[in-house]
């Protein structure tokens, strides 16, 4: 997909969460492994002496540890369990309860000082008791640089559209809101839960939930990795309203299981509140709106020059338009309006091979926009004239648009009428390998990828940095024959 403006906002977001992610993961990790050991310390003298004085703050926390993890409170509590460290053999040998006493009042003392200044502690978000400026500040901590590099990836996926359609503003709000209300969801689920959410994930799900209401039917291309077989991966296209369902019924899936450090129900809560602020955004005729505002910014001004060659050819002066369309073009070459404005005088004129002419042009800027339907009409309309040929350099990457597309029958027919127009030319000797592939990987045709293959090869064209991949065309095609042939042969006998 392509987007009117640049992403502003979303390559900021990007930007934000990876500096603050590189310039507090180190102290994070420092603080989170000193206070994880504090606060084992305390759970160990807590399960072990049940009789020991609590401060309020730290006994609350402790009876929900007690509570949502019974099995390892019970190995706490066991006299026979292995001590792990020398605080905690310490602790077994004291029998005085005073000096027990004092252990657990020096821990707590120690913990109310790294939770102080803990990054964790003070920005991420925390179920029981949610600070309000977690809701927030939660959704730019990341674990490590799996989470946070996989979380910006799909922000880019779902975000620079989303940020297109709605506009930088109302995208930021619904985004920070979706991080918000993922935050509150799974605190919802798990309420009391003492484990801290951090990750943009929540937010992002918001997008994707948007995504799938604002553009459904958009094809998703997928690939699927497996841990055996011949073959890692598998790529796929899968429609939108299809795989955002599935994924996020996944998701709920997952939270219906022990936690095991992964916000499903934050992912879920987004992933809702994206898809109702979507609707609510159209249904309002805010995202019309927007979409206004955005078009008249974006929106191109023709020239003068073309203003007035317009107004010439109304006027059935068309040597004079044509003059001054050559010299605007002169000057700006890839001007869509000057070259469709001349093509139309060159149609009012019926100089059809000035048409043609223009419309290859016109051909090739659509390509170079990636705007491949519009240059494929270019195509069918240059046929359609008596057109034969295209330019083989424009020809060449009016192939790829069908392939892209999945019309490999149609990409195959384009490659191999290039082929056949330029023999001598470089782009006809890709146009045979682009044949070739897309007859051995997708159409299952090996006879036909073979051929294509040993034409190339014995081509006039030169060819040597492509020998290899000629090369192992060829052999990819002959064991695929020598394949079907076993296969035939063992069909056969079987019946």
């Known amino acids: 997909?392509?987007?009117?403006?640049?992403?502003?906002?979303?390559?900021?977001?990007?930007l934000v969460n990876l500096v603050i992610f590189a310039a507090t993961h180190r102290t994070v990790d420092q603080q989170d492994l000193q206070l994880c050991k504090v606060q084992k310390h305390i759970l160990i003298l807590a399960a072990t002496h049940p009789g020991l004085l609590l401060a309020p703050e730290v006994r609350e926390w402790v009876s929900v540890y007690q509570s949502q993890f019974p099995?390892?409170?019970?190995?706490?509590?066991?006299?026979?369990?292995?001590?792990?460290?020398?605080?905690?053999?310490?602790?077994?040998?004291?029998?005085?309860?005073?000096?027990?006493?004092?252990?657990?009042?020096?821990?707590?003392?120690?913990?109310?000082?790294?939770?102080?200044?803990?990054?964790?502690?003070?920005?991420?978000?925390?179920?029981?008791?949610?600070?309000?400026?977690?809701?927030?500040?939660?959704?730019?901590?990341?674990?490590?640089?799996?989470?946070v590099l996989g979380n910006m990836w799909f922000l880019w996926l779902a975000g620079f559209v989303l940020e297109d359609a709605w506009g930088r503003p109302l995208y930021l709000l619904v985004y920070l809101m979706a991080g918000a209300m993922a935050c509150q969801f799974d605190a919802w689920m798990s309420p009391g839960s003492i484990v801290h959410s951090i990750g943009a994930s929540g937010a992002i799900a918001g997008l994707m939930g948007a995504f799938l209401v604002g553009f459904p039917k958009t094809r998703i291309r997928m690939m699927w990795f497996f841990d055996l077989g011949l073959f890692p991966f598998c790529r796929f296209w899968m429609r939108a309203y299809w795989l955002l369902p599935i994924w996020v019924l996944l998701e709920i899936n997952s939270g219906m299981s022990p936690r095991d450090g992964i916000g499903h129900w934050a992912h879920a809560g987004g992933f809702l509140f994206g898809a109702l602020a979507a609707f609510g955004v159209r249904y309002s005729g805010l995202e019309h709106k927007m979409n206004t505002a955005i078009e008249e910014k974006v929106a191109w001004t023709p020239a003068t020059e073309v203003n007035q060659a317009s107004d010439l050819m109304e006027n059935h002066r068309f040597d004079e338009a044509t003059a001054i369309l050559h010299k605007h073009l002169a000057a700006n070459p890839d001007s869509f309006p000057a070259w469709s404005l001349l093509r139309a005088v060159h149609w009012r004129k019926s100089e059809i091979p000035a048409y043609r002419e223009v419309t290859i042009k016109l051909c090739e800027l659509h390509l170079r926009a990636r705007e491949h339907e519009a240059a494929w009409r270019d195509y069918e309309e240059f046929l359609q004239l008596g057109g034969d040929q295209m330019p083989p350099y424009i020809w060449l990457d009016l192939c790829r648009a069908p392939e892209e597309q999945h019309q490999f029958e149609r990409a195959v027919s384009e490659y191999e009428k290039l082929a056949a127009a330029y023999p001598s030319e470089r782009q006809a000797l890709l146009a045979q390998l682009g044949a070739a592939r897309i007859c051995l990987k997708r159409l299952n045709r090996p006879q036909d990828a073979l051929s294509l293959y040993e034409?190339?090869?014995?081509?006039?064209?030169?060819?040597?940095?492509?020998?290899?991949?000629i090369a192992s065309g060829i052999r990819e095609a002959r064991n695929a024959l020598s394949e079907a042939k076993v296969f035939s042969a063992g069909a056969s006998s079987g019946k």
């Open 455 to 469: 034409a190339a090869s014995a081509s006039s064209v030169p060819h040597l940095d492509l020998e290899e991949d």
């Open 71 to 147: 099995d390892d409170w019970a190995e706490l509590k066991d006299p026979n369990s292995e001590a792990d460290d020398e605080l905690y053999a310490r602790i077994r040998q004291i029998d005085d309860p005073a000096a027990l006493q004092a252990e657990m009042d020096s821990l707590e003392v120690e913990y109310s000082e790294l939770a102080a200044f803990s990054i964790t502690e003070r920005y991420a978000f925390a179920h029981a008791h949610p600070k309000p400026i977690s809701y927030l500040t939660s959704t730019f901590l990341h674990a490590n640089w799996w989470h």
């Open 1 to 14: 997909m392509s987007a009117r403006r640049w992403p502003v906002i979303t390559l900021a977001l990007i």
